[in-house]
């Protein structure tokens, strides 16, 4: 079945500083992706639709100079949290649609904590 | 705008009892519906799907769902429920056609089932 492998799953970073999460659908070409955000005991927000080529669509209310997405190829979008700071820390996990059967397949996610 | 409600926000239920959670989304146009399950610690899973054709669903691990467009809903149900099923459930609707629908998820359901 289709597989999507996020990195990393765990990263702790200083405030301030900037981190990167990667996206990769492994078996399958994915023109879209999804970002969404998890809090604790909550459920997932979609964040933004990363589209192959050009520019991530945003949901209201995400910041998108602080939550930088890229998806520069069929099978890889990455998040980038700039300036992280301890709000910021969550649980991010990526999705991304097969265009075979219009499944979404969902990444591990990846645990920030920003101290 | 658009939404998904889950009814039930935790559900105990003793094992063999029968399991039901409630959806219900606002979305006037095509809509794909899934709901998927997390256990503790883990990413998200599909247990089924509804894209068109037959209302019913089944999906993996005896689960199943009820398609019902006047009403605007796809609960989940499983007649006999195991210990093992205690995880948290989201059901979530795709918007529109193609590959480019995004996925909103509802709030979850915790589902604790006691041996």
């Known amino acids: 079945g289709a597989v999507v492998s996020q990195h990393p799953s765990r990263v702790i970073c200083k405030s301030g500083t900037s981190v990167k999460i990667e996206c990769r659908s492994l078996?399958?070409?994915?023109?879209?992706m999804f970002w969404y955000r998890q809090f604790p005991k909550q459920s997932l927000m979609l964040m933004a639709t990363s589209n192959e080529g050009s520019k991530a669509t945003y949901e209201q209310g995400v910041e998108k100079d602080k939550f930088l997405i890229n998806h520069a190829s069929l099978t890889l979008s990455t998040l980038t949290v700039t300036s992280a700071h301890p709000e910021d820390s969550s649980f991010y996990i990526c999705s991304a649609r097969d265009v075979r059967d219009y499944g979404y397949t969902f990444g591990s996610g990846t645990r920030l904590t920003v101290v | 705008a658009q939404s998904v409600s889950q009814h039930n926000h935790h559900v105990i239920l003793s094992e063999a009892a029968s399991l039901e959670l409630g959806c219900n989304y606002s979305?006037?146009?095509?809509?794909?519906l899934f709901w998927y399950v997390q256990y503790p610690g883990q990413h998200l899973q599909l247990l089924l799907k509804?894209?068109?054709?037959?209302?019913l669903v089944k999906g993996i691990k005896g689960f199943e769902a009820e398609f019902i467009k006047s009403k605007f809903s796809f609960n989940l149900r499983k007649p006999s429920v195991q210990w093992s099923d205690t995880a948290e459930y989201f059901c979530?609707?795709?918007?529109?056609?193609?590959?480019?629908?995004?996925?909103?998820f509802g709030q979850g359901t915790t589902l604790q089932v006691k041996p």
């Open positions: 979530a609707v795709g918007q529109g056609s193609g590959n480019t629908g995004k996925l909103i």
């Open positions: 509804y894209f068109s054709g037959d209302p």
């Open positions: 979305y006037g146009g095509t809509v794909n």
């Open positions: 078996d399958f070409q994915a023109t879209t």
